[in-house]
């Protein structure tokens, strides 16, 4: 089990070697083939590729001098607010239509229509509304972590075994105990299971919001860059921000495994 | 009539049965808007005294969980009286608890947070209903296992955890769907004996599901045969005249055999009809 870990991450590592190797060869070695062009030239041109050595260097600069905290904590923040907003509506709204179908028939349209919107046209809008702080930034994460919430809380409840529910009123439940017993943990595992989902999308809406219109976060950071040219920087922003991710990711990993312990493993394919 | 079945009505009369069903009929909805409801089960009479364990057997699909909702209140009649205790039943059977055919452990709790739960809900202080669960897991065998979620248990095991959920609040009445159904004949005999054990202990009314007639002769006071549906009825009983406590080698007992070659000879004409109905049904689909 250790060694296949080992192995496996010695392995991701190799790709990570291998596709920066090869970007550091494309960049930085200057061909000289007259048949394809008279004057030498490089693979990947450092103007419009830059070189890992450099990306790297000017993230290390970044982080030591301190400057990308402050758009880190912005960005961390937005996102944090998009999915606690979203998720919260999410689970009370899907509860809610779960249990009332009536309301579930009369909405059934405009959730569709809402949910079929493609999000970036609403940020302009919410950057009117909310200016150009943070608010508007969770606003657009918002739209896009309730649907997916929303969606699987509705289902959790409205898909929990019938068996299991006549069980639990033939234990004597009442409608109360039935909420908490039965349809609250079933909506839980339903959410959780989107939780991936959810935070990468609370995410996606704070950088974009950020690049198209603020004055801080990562999504500021590889706006300002690309502005000027500066490719370096762009490439810079996007390996901070997939840093970022990958920790997120496995803060909610972690989360997961401890909250959804019932549950049998995954089969895997080994 | 004979002298036992007077024996019966004199008992029904000077205590009310657990369970007793008049003329019962249950019908379905049509599927197809407008088309006539489909009659599961009809003409249902049946007593069951109080402390007594009835078997009913039946071909695959005759109604026979059908039956059981409608005692345990899940499904109304449409017509015919369901009386529990001699009261007519409204609502959901409070005096039964029922084992489903189903899986129906909570699978977000372990074991004994499953068993617990019948507990929990009346308001038993957590740690009192927390012990009382662990005795009963004892009971069913499962000490060992009270921290396990369902998925790492077997069907077995499984079965055994809802027999204690279910006998931890005492209900006056058993309901049993096919308990044993999906396990092996070993375990099948081994938890057999467990129910008759705890059974003998503290006399519940059972009613107890199954289409293994060996068990049913094996387990209960008196055996009840349903016909092929639709519209299936009650078409015979037999009494078990066999002493308890009885254990797995009663099933070596002639008086075994004689009553298994009766019950068998009814049963068999209405198995090949239901086997025949549902491949006609099959092929008219
Ligand atoms: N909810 C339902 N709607 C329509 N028909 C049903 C429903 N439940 C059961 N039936 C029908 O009623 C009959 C009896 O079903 P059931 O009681 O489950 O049989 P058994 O438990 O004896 O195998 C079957 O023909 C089945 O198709
Ligand atoms: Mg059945």
Same mark, same amino acid.
């Given at each position: ?13 190799? *790709?990570?070697? *291998?596709?920066?190797? @090869? ?17 030498? $030239? +490089? ?18 600069? #970044? ?53 079929? @919107? ?31 919430? $929303?969606?699987?809380? +509705? ?6 075994? %019938? ?6 009123r033939m234990?004597g ?9 039965? $349809? ?36 500021? !950071? ?49 | ?9 004199? &008992?029904?009369?000077?205590?009310p049965?657990a369970v007793s069903l008049e003329?019962v009929?249950i019908? $379905? ?20 005294? #109080? ?7 039946? %071909? ?9 909702n409608a005692t345990a209140g899940l499904l109304t009649p449409a017509f015919g009286r369901v009386s529990i205790f001699g009261e007519p039943l409204s609502g959901l059977n409070r005096k039964a608890?029922?084992?489903? &055919? ?31 669960? !662990? ?11 009270? #921290? ?25 009445i058993?309901?049993?769907?096919? %308990? ?22 503290? !006399? ?29 009825? /009650? ?6 005249? /066999? ?5 797995? #080698? ?36």
């Amino acid at each position: 089990m250790t060694r296949n870990r080992w192995s496996l991450l010695a392995l991701q590592l190799l *790709v990570a070697v *291998v596709l920066i190797g @090869l970007w550091h060869v494309g960049a930085t070695v200057k061909w000289n083939l007259p048949s394809l062009s008279a004057k030498p $030239f +490089y693979v990947l041109d450092p103007f419009f590729f830059s070189t890992p050595g450099a990306v790297f260097a000017r993230t290390w600069a #970044d982080f030591y001098s301190g400057a990308i905290w402050y758009h880190l904590g912005i960005t961390l923040l937005e996102t944090l607010l998009a999915f606690f907003i979203g998720a919260a509506g999410g689970v009370l709204i899907g509860f809610w239509f779960a249990r009332k179908a009536v309301l579930a028939a009369v909405f059934d349209p405009y959730v569709k229509m809402a949910n079929a @919107l493609p999000r970036v046209v609403l940020a302009p809008i919410f950057a009117l509304w909310l200016g150009l702080g943070i608010w508007s930034k969770v606003a657009l994460g918002v739209t896009l972590v309730f649907f997916i919430v $929303f969606f699987n809380v +509705y289902q959790g409840v409205k898909e929990v075994s %019938p068996t299991l529910l006549a069980n639990a009123r033939m234990l004597g439940m009442s409608e109360r105990q039935l909420m908490r017993h039965v $349809f609250w943990p079933s909506a839980l595992t339903w959410m959780f299971s989107s939780l991936h989902t959810a935070v990468g999308f609370a995410l996606v809406g704070a950088v974009v919001g950020e690049y198209l219109g603020s004055a801080a976060g990562l999504g500021y !950071r590889i706006h300002q860059a690309e502005g000027v040219f500066d490719v370096t920087g762009v490439f810079s922003g996007m390996l901070v921000l997939s840093i970022f991710v990958i920790l997120i990711d496995t803060l909610v990993s972690a989360i997961e495994k401890r909250l959804l312990v019932w549950r049998p493993a995954p089969a895997t394919a080994q | 009539m004979s002298p036992v079945v007077n024996a019966i009505r004199t &008992q029904a009369d000077a205590a009310p049965c657990a369970v007793s069903l008049e003329g019962v009929r249950i019908a $379905f909805p049509n599927a197809k808007p407008g088309g006539a409801p489909f009659i599961a089960v009809d003409q249902a009479s049946l007593d069951i005294a #109080d402390g007594e364990f009835v078997a009913i057997v039946g %071909p695959t699909g005759c109604g026979k969980s059908t039956l059981l909702n409608a005692t345990a209140g899940l499904l109304t009649p449409a017509f015919g009286r369901v009386s529990i205790f001699g009261e007519p039943l409204s609502g959901l059977n409070r005096k039964a608890g029922y084992l489903f &055919q189903a899986e129906a452990l909570f699978p977000w709790k372990t074991a004994v947070e499953n068993v617990a739960i019948g507990l929990d809900i009346v308001g038993t202080p957590k740690d009192e209903a927390r012990a009382e669960a !662990r005795k009963w897991l004892a009971r069913v065998g499962l000490s060992a296992f009270a #921290d396990r979620y369902p998925h790492m248990l077997s069907g077995g095991q499984r079965k055994r955890v809802g027999l204690a959920q279910v006998l931890i609040r005492h209900p006056k009445i058993l309901l049993m769907d096919e %308990p044993f159904g999906p396990l092996d004949a070993q375990t099948r005999q081994i938890m057999g004996n467990l129910l008759l054990d705890l059974w003998s202990a503290d !006399r519940k009314a059972v009613l107890f599901v199954t289409h293994d007639l060996e068990e049913a002769i094996a387990l209960a006071d008196r055996v009840v045969i349903m016909g092929a549906g639709p519209a299936a009825r /009650i078409i015979g009983e037999w009494r078990v005249p /066999i002493p308890r406590p009885r254990d797995i #080698d009663v099933r070596l007992d002639p008086v075994f055999h004689q009553l298994h070659r009766e019950i068998w000879a009814a049963l068999k004409e209405e198995v090949v009809k239901g086997y025949k109905q549902s491949e006609s049904a099959e092929q008219g689909a």
